[in-house]
């Protein structure tokens, strides 16, 4: 079984930065890819950006590319999301998500297990 627990989000101000982590169990966190989704009230699951297993390919959202940048530390089990020039549009519920192989997926089905969520929420 695979768990994933996300932390450091909060409430910010527009062009403010902040940094999501995810741990995650288990003894094979470098075999597979990663991945960031986040959903606002009343709007679907979306894509956010993903990571592959040795952290050298990364993919991202149009909406975010230039300000958000994913990394990993295999030897921490952890997944990171940077995000600065935070936007009022970033709002949402920032999930991580295991991807099924080791590439970086987009799709939601792409993706196995997923952590419960951490509220990010920017002012404007």
């Known amino acids: 079984q695979v768990q994933l627990v996300e932390s450091g989000g909060g409430l910010v101000q527009a062009g403010d930065s902040l940094r999501l982590s995810c741990v995650v169990s288990g003894r094979t966190f470098s075999t597979y890819g990663m991945g960031w989704f986040r959903q606002a009230p009343g709007k679907e699951r979306e894509f956010v950006a993903a990571i592959n297993w040795s952290g050298l390919i990364t993919d991202y959202a149009d909406s975010v590319k230039g300000r958000f940048t994913i990394s990993r530390d295999n030897a921490k089990n952890t997944v990171y999301l940077q995000m600065n020039s935070l936007k009022p549009e970033d709002t949402a519920v920032y999930y991580c998500?295991?991807?099924?192989?080791?590439?970086?997926?987009?799709?939601?089905?792409?993706?196995?297990?997923w952590g419960q969520g951490t509220q990010v929420t920017v002012s404007s």
């Open positions: 998500a295991k991807d099924r192989a080791y590439g970086t997926g987009t799709r939601l089905y792409e993706y196995d297990y």
